[in-house]
């Protein structure tokens, strides 16, 4: 596919197929596109109804060019889709860009498919079809029926779009950002972003890959390839569209309801080291930033601005975020405070602007020699025809020139942010962000790249054992009961409450004379999700009297329905859950658990397996892990047995996936002596994988 690729992207021949002398016409436009840079290779037009157009022959077909073409923009309706991908088939093409939609009909058969078929036959990469083409700064090549007159130097920076609206805003940005590559890749008939990463990474000299994609039609040759990314250090930047539309369907359990497809590509871009940004503006920023060739030394970021007022802003900003900022050495705020005006203080973020002095390049330049500074960033609104903006841009320019660390700017307001002095910066090296929230985003995910956990989890799958096996196959219906659920979890080593399956009242105590009073009396009717909600269940019954009254009351409301006790326990309430998503296969949900989980949804998504580490970091996240570390007097669970479990629970989950199509333990209990399962949902899955006997 790379040598396909190749021939698409960079031609040496390239022919417009439907090209036409009418001016403001699609073929026209296309020809116009590619001399607005100059492209260096040899253009042919092919159109049977014109013999020359304007100084040009123009060829009946591309079987008829002498010494053939790599690739061909075809300015053609959907009705000639089909014949025209024949005949450059035929030709021998590698590549073609397809600007129609492929739409309707040929044959019976749906076009599109028509047009993979032959595309795949023929060995051929494809842009497209529905897209706005490409473009190649590195060989002066604009392929595309909208033009733009002149486009910027490359940057380092290669983008693949599938919203072409968002294709031509990114392309024309005006913050010199010119795309070495820009991919419009519409349908991905034939060539999808997975094989167009592989190729810039493989094939090309970008720095950075952003992304805009509605979904990932090869989430396995996807992942592949942002780890190869991940590998040559090619930071892959992602903005997911359609991440509000509701999953397709919703599980029997909370987890299910609480991950859906934007967990699972949360999931999936976290455990293969994508940077995800919520908007083109943040991805932007996060571009430009990761593009500068001077390598982040420390995870520190430091700041200096010249508004007290701003400065709040930013630190009001950057909590909303969760992004903190590096602790200045005494030594450098001792040295910044040299600098300062009498009553003003050294801080990070630090506002350096008192009486009118001039001390931006000495304090920022204080900053930058701490040895725990990574990044040095001047946050200025930089307006243009002030000259305390051309002071300031002086001030960077020798913070700059005196440090091998990457210098940024960071404008408060878009809108002010002069063009000259940030065409000026850019020049010389310096990133120039546009936007406070944007900014301070590119930042944070700067130093995620950098300095968060490295993916080198080699934690496996636990295979379900013949044990768990007969379990799921000895279920009498797809929803497994508790009882089922508890025993396929101790199979795999996870502790749970002890519990017991009761016909009797008087078994009630008897459980209770091995394991103690308090007990747990419910129903475990596997169609019965919220048992609580509908009387199923009597949590601290003390005593046999107790017992028979909850057995009595549970008779009445439920009196077919087959009944468990359970030892009492105490600890935090959580969530633990897996469920499977159709593109990227088991996905975890850990969170605050309980009765109200769906309410708070105070929960995080991961992919599964992985070891005891990565379920700490999942847990620190949660805005209720102060209550696993002894908030308000509690006692502090045992965090190791707990993460422990997890993890357990997480190879459990990726070996059950052909078999069980979700899983959930809610709550699980974590306190001082350890952690245990307590309620348990699963589903089996109904169709066996094809490999499976």
Request: net charge negative; hydrophobic share 45%.
């Amino acid at each position: 596919m790379s040598d396909a690729i190749s021939a698409l992207l960079r031609p040496d021949r390239l022919a417009i197929v439907g090209a036409s002398p009418k001016e403001g016409s699609f073929g026209a436009n296309l020809l116009q596109s590619v001399r607005h840079l100059d492209f260096a290779g040899e253009v042919v037009l092919v159109n049977p109804r014109y013999d020359r157009i304007g100084c040009m022959v123009c060829y009946g077909s591309l079987a008829e060019v002498p010494g053939g073409v790599d690739c061909a923009a075809f300015a053609v309706g959907d009705a000639h889709l089909v014949a025209s991908m024949t005949d450059a088939a035929r030709a021998g093409l590698r590549g073609a860009v397809l600007f129609g939609r492929a739409h309707g009909e040929e044959a019976g058969r749906p076009r599109a498919e028509v047009v993979r078929e032959i595309a795949r036959s023929a060995g051929m990469a494809v842009c497209g079809a529905n897209c706005m083409g490409f473009v190649n700064l590195g060989h002066r090549l604009q392929l595309t029926g909208m033009p733009f007159k002149a486009l910027p130097a490359p940057s380092g920076v290669a983008l693949i779009s599938h919203s072409g609206s968002s294709w031509s805003g990114l392309v024309g940005n005006r913050r010199q950002m010119g795309f070495d590559y820009a991919i419009s890749a519409g349908q991905e008939l034939t060539t999808g972003a997975a094989d167009f990463i592989r190729f810039l990474v493989e094939a090309t000299d970008v720095r950075v890959i952003a992304c805009v994609l509605e979904t990932v039609r090869n989430p396995s040759g996807f992942l592949a390839a942002a780890d190869l990314a991940r590998a040559k250090g090619v930071p892959v930047i992602v903005l997911k569209l359609g991440r509000s539309e509701a999953s397709k369907r919703f599980a029997i359990s909370h987890s299910g309801a609480l991950s859906g497809s934007n967990a699972a590509y949360d999931a999936a871009f976290a455990r293969h080291g994508v940077v995800q940004v919520r908007s083109l503006d943040e991805l932007l920023d996060t571009a430009e930033l990761m593009a500068l060739r001077r390598i982040m030394p420390a995870p520190g970021i430091a700041i200096g601005t010249d508004s007290g007022g701003e400065r709040q802003l930013i630190a009001d900003l950057a909590a909303d975020l969760g992004l903190s900022f590096a602790e200045l050495a005494p030594q450098t705020l001792a040295a910044i405070n040299a600098h300062l005006d009498p009553g003003m203080e050294a801080s990070n973020p630090l506002d350096y602007w008192g009486d009118g002095g001039d001390v931006m390049a000495p304090v920022l330049g204080e900053m930058a020699k701490d040895p725990g500074v990574g990044i040095v960033v001047m946050a200025s609104n930089l307006p243009p025809d002030r000259p305390f903006s051309e002071q300031s841009a002086a001030a960077v320019l020798k913070v700059h020139a005196r440090t091998g660390k990457p210098v940024a700017v960071m404008g408060n307001i878009a809108t002010t942010l002069s063009p000259a002095v940030a065409e000026e910066l850019r020049g010389q090296g310096i990133a120039v962000l546009m936007g406070t929230v944007s900014g301070l985003a590119a930042l944070g995910h700067l130093r995620s790249w950098r300095f968060g956990p490295a993916e080198n989890d080699t934690t496996p799958p636990l295979p379900l054992s013949p044990v768990a096996r007969a379990i799921i196959a000895d279920a009498g219906q797809d929803m497994l009961r508790n009882a089922e659920g508890f025993r396929l979890l101790e199979d795999a080593g996870i502790l749970c409450a002890s519990f017991a399956e009761v016909r009797r009242p008087e078994e009630i105590a008897a459980f209770a004379a091995s394991h103690g009073w308090p007990v747990v009396l419910k129903i475990d009717d596997a169609a019965i999700v919220h048992k609580s909600d509908l009387g199923g269940v009597f949590l601290g019954l003390k005593d046999a009297g107790e017992a028979q009254a909850a057995w009595a009351a549970l008779r009445a409301r439920h009196p077919q329905a087959p009944v468990i006790v359970q030892a009492m326990a105490q600890g935090v309430e959580l969530i633990l859950g897996m469920t499977t998503d159709p593109d990227f296969g088991p996905l975890v949900t850990l969170g605050l658990g309980g009765v109200f989980t769906e309410i708070f949804r105070d929960t995080t998504a991961l992919l599964p397996p992985f070891d005891p580490e990565t379920a700490r970091h999942a847990l620190e996240g949660l805005t209720a892990f102060p209550l696993l570390t002894g908030a308000r007097g509690r006692p502090p669970a045992d965090l190791e047995t707990l993460c422990t479990l997890i993890s357990r629970f997480s190879a459990f989950a990726a070996g059950a996936a052909g078999r069980i199509a979700e899983i959930e333990i809610n709550p699980v209990l974590a306190g001082p002596e350890g952690a245990l399962a307590v309620d348990c949902l699963a589903l089996r899955r109904k169709e066996k994988p094809h490999h499976e006997h």
